[in-house]
C-alpha cells in the first residue's frame, strides 16, 4: 500500500498507509446500501402508517418538492454527520478500517468534513468519473475533496503486534499522572506513539523532543512542573490515555 509522509509545522515526520481505491469504494458501498435501507424502513412507517400522502395532498408543487428535500436531508448529510460524530469515519469506513484525517496527521475538524462533502457535488457527478481520475492519477488516492479540505483517507489496520497501536500493557495497580490526556483523540495517541517508538528505535533524540514539546503544548502543560525526561514523559502519556479511555490489554 502507498504510504503519505507528512511533515508537520513542527517538523515532525508522520507515516501512514493510504487507504487504496478498493476500500474507499467498498466503503461508499456499505453506506450506500445502509441509506437505501434506512430510505425504505423510513419512506414505509411515514407513508403506510402515518399516511402522509394525505397530510401533503393538495400542496404546490414548490411545497412538495420542500417538504421531500427536508425529509431526504439526513440521508443526503449522511456523510458530514456521521464523519463529524465518528471522527472521520462512517459505517462504512469503520467497516474497512480507514479513516479521514488532516494532511498535518491531526483530527480533521467540522469544517474539514463539511468542505469534503460540498465537494461530493463534484467528485460523485457525470458517474463519479471526476473523483474516480482523482483518486486514480493521485497516488494518494485523493479525490477533490480531499484535497481542497488538506485532507486523507488512511488505512487504520495494524500489525498484530502491540508495539503498533496505542494499547499499552498497564498494571492493574497503576496511577496515572496527567488526566489532560483525555483531551486527545485515539488518533493523537496513535500518532504519539508510532513516531516515539520510530525516534526510539532511532535514537532520534530530535523528533523525541518535538514530540514532548508538542504534547506539552497541546495539553497546556509546564515543563518545568514534569520532573521526567521527555521519553518518560511521553512513555506516561501514552499509559495514562490507556488507563483513562480503558484500552488496555
Known sequence: ???IDINTSQN???SFTV???GERLLAF???TVIKVILGFIIAYILFKFLRLDNFIKGWDQFSIMGFYAIISSPFILYPLIFESLMEGQTPGKKVFKIKVVKVDGFQASFSDYLIR???RLIDFGFFFIPGLISMTVN???????DIASGTAVISLKND???SHTIL???DSDYIPTFPQVISLTDNDVRIIKENFVKAKNGQDRQIITKLANKILETLKLNRDDIPLTESKFIDTIIKDYNFYTGKDV
Open 29 to 31: 458501498i456499505i453506506d
Open 117 to 119: 462533502w460540498i465537494f
Open 12 to 14: 515532525v515526520n508522520l
Open 1 to 3: 500500500m502507498a504510504q
Open 168 to 170: 499499552e500493557k498497564i
Open 139 to 145: 497516488k494518494y488516492n485523493l479525490r477533490l475533496g
Open 19 to 21: 487507504a487504496n481505491l
Open 160 to 162: 498484530i503486534n502491540i
